[in-house]
């Protein structure tokens, strides 16, 4: 079995009812409905979310010991978290897939938010496609266990 990390970064918790017209309706727990559904076979999604840069950076660390594929949503942490950065590295140098989702389109908002300090180092961005982005990621996170043979 192998485990598929989704972590979220600060006020994602919110979704559902934070900024509904950019965000969209959905809460958190559907998306995670949505991803645990989406799952094949022998791939377990599990879905986490927190405010805190230490902890976020832990499960970082955390995916690398366990050999975890990473889907991150870093949410503001994106536009400035060096540390962040550096502890994705860690995940992508171990030959995990750590794939970065926005469910808004940061380029088409505010200046801040044109810039990643994350995607130089993910092994790539899905961003503006709304909480779909997620299922995306999971899509192609799957295709790479498979074709690895499994976990
Ligand atoms: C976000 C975009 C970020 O700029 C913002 O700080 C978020 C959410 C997104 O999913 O669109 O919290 O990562």
Redesign the pocket.
């Known amino acids: 079995m192998a485990r598929v990390l989704v972590l979220n ?4 918790q919110r979704l559902g009812t934070r900024e509904p017209t ?2 969209g309706s959905a809460t958190l727990a559907d998306v995670e409905r949505d991803l645990v559904a989406a799952a094949p076979e022998g791939v377990e999604v599990e879905l986490r979310q927190t405010d805190d840069e230490a902890t976020l950076i832990s499960w970082l660390h955390e995916a690398v010991d366990t050999g975890s594929p990473v889907i991150m ?7 400035y978290s060096y540390a962040l950065r550096d502890a994705s590295v860690l995940v992508t140098e171990a030959g995990l897939p750590l794939i970065e ?6 380029h088409r ?1 505010e200046e801040f ?1 044109h810039t990643s300090v994350v995607s130089g180092v993910a092994t790539g961005v899905i ?2 496609l709304g909480v779909e ?1 997620y299922r995306l990621a999971l899509q192609y996170v799957a295709g790479r266990i498979a074709s690895a043979g499994g976990a």
């Open positions: 970064g600060p006020n994602l950019i965000y949503n870093p949410a503001a942490f994106t536009h989702v926005h469910i808004s389109n940061p908002r938010r961003a503006g982005g």
